[in-house]
């Protein structure tokens, strides 16, 4: 169906196959076909058109879910707009839906790309706190502002801590490699 032809379009990363697709629905589009198209519109870096997508999506009326919020918090950081984030997280937040593993990865990526460790350490508590299992992507992704910086003492407390979560795999491993490559580097 539209759904799945748009999720082929948005993994060749072909925008006007999918908005194509998306605009043949005869009337209104279903709310997995507007989840779809925000996923291909932040696929093929279509930054806006996402926005846009999505104020149609509210002006129709449909039910909101964590796949309606993900692409546009991914967009946003990716574009490193950390205040649109927490707004398009607040927004979530205000319609009822919770966050969940994926949805705490981007906003740790959020807060990273704009170089707010606290902040991306903050999001990982809140997430702990919530209840909600990080995956092996949240701890890579909270892993690489230590790794850069060369912080071996926080990779491996993160590392340490994440074991009683998650399998601990070997990226994870590479990013403690990495932080003490980059510790002695800065020491030599």
């Not at 076909?33 to 279509?46: S, T």
């Not at 398009?88 to 705490?104: C, Q, R, V």
């Not at 990273?112 to 992507?137: C, I, L, Y």
Request: with cysteine.
């Amino acid at each position: 169906g539209v759904t799945t032809a748009i999720k082929k379009a948005a993994q060749a990363q072909n925008w006007d196959a999918a908005i194509s697709a998306f605009r043949d629905v005869k009337g209104t589009p279903s709310p997995l076909n507007f989840n779809a198209i925000l996923h291909a519109a932040d696929k093929c870096e279509r930054h806006e058109d996402a926005f846009k997508l999505y104020a149609e999506m509210r002006e129709a009326g449909h039910p909101m879910s964590a796949s309606t919020f993900t692409p546009l918090l991914n967009i946003a950081a990716r574009m490193r707009q950390l205040d649109r984030a927490n707004m398009i997280l607040s927004e979530m937040k205000k319609d009822g839906i919770d966050p969940n593993a994926h949805t705490y990865t981007v906003m740790i990526k959020a807060h990273s790309r704009v170089g707010d460790f606290n902040g991306a350490m903050q999001v990982w508590n809140e997430m702990k706190k919530a209840g909600v299992h990080p995956t092996g992507h949240t701890l890579l992704t909270l892993l690489k502002a230590p790794m850069i910086k060369g912080d071996v003492h926080c990779v491996e407390e993160l590392i340490s801590e994440a074991a009683n979560r998650l399998r601990i795999e070997p990226a994870h491993w590479n990013c403690l490699l990495e932080a003490c490559c980059r510790k002695h580097d800065s020491e030599a």
